[in-house]
């Protein structure tokens, strides 16, 4: 608590556990309040989202959108949809609005629709993660996705197996949000994380170009992802 790395404030927590605990926390706080809350996929923050519904079962002052998305059918083991669902949304009596990627379309015809629905979004709150190359959302290394200014969603493909088609929200979509987290945990972060918030921003680590404009970003991470933080405190 009260550490900063690249403009972010940092929450290290002792593990996975209770880094999930954290996150489900604000996110109970943030479907509270209503809005505009986008969505990220992964093993992550799996358990923050099923602690956040047992938190706070009411969602239902919240636009739900995903940060990015696989183009696969939503019932496909992985889709982001699926994976909220199965976590979030399932047990809330109360649910949010939930504005799905149809990712059972092709991957232009995906983007083109999310990008239609999702023009001028704010986002109140953004729940992303930092893979271990540097991305975030589906913005990949070097990828053209990271020049897309005019545009809210576009497709994307990741470098790296499985090879999956994705759409994406973009860098000012996503950094639009009043208050921005990252969760991330593992050894296996560790690198990224250090790219991400203690190196020069650049398009060779999208997730160190991704900030909130308007409020706050939040890096919450565990012993292990935060072990290559070189200088934390600032």
């Known amino acids: 608590m009260g550490l900063t790395a690249g403009g972010v404030e940092l929450r290290i927590a002792a ?3 209770e880094a999930g605990e954290v996150v489900a926390h604000e996110l109970a706080v943030a479907a509270q309040s209503g809005g505009h809350i986008a969505l990220s996929g992964g093993s992550t923050p799996r358990p923050a989202y099923a602690r956040a519904a047992e938190i706070e079962p009411d969602w239902s002052a919240v636009a739900l959108w995903f940060a990015d998305e696989r183009c696969v059918p939503p019932d496909d083991s992985r889709s982001n949809y699926r994976l909220v669902r199965e ?3 399932d047990p809330l009596p109360s649910g949010p609005i939930v504005h799905r990627v149809h990712g059972e379309l092709t991957p232009e015809e995906a983007a083109l629709e999310y990008d239609s629905i999702a023009e001028g979004l704010q986002l109140d709150f953004a729940l992303l993660g930092i893979g271990p190359d540097g991305h975030t959302a589906s913005l990949f290394p070097n990828a053209p ?3 897309a200014r005019e545009r809210a969603a576009v ?3 990741p470098g790296f197996d499985p090879w999956v088609p994705r759409v994406t929200l973009t860098i000012p979509v996503l950094s639009s949000a009043q208050l921005l987290f990252f ?3 593992g050894e296996g972060k560790a ?3 250090a790219r991400a918030l203690g190196g020069e921003p650049g398009p060779d680590c999208p997730a160190s170009l991704v ?3 308007r409020g706050r970003t939040v890096a919450v991470l565990d012993q292990a992802a935060a072990s290559r933080l070189e200088a934390a405190a600032s």
């Open 211 to 213: 900030r909130s404009e």
């Open 155 to 157: 497709a994307t493909q």
């Open 145 to 147: 996705a990271l020049d």
């Open 191 to 193: 690198d990224a994380v």
């Open 15 to 17: 593990d996975p556990f």
């Open 183 to 185: 969760l991330v945990c």
């Open 87 to 89: 976590t979030l949304l």
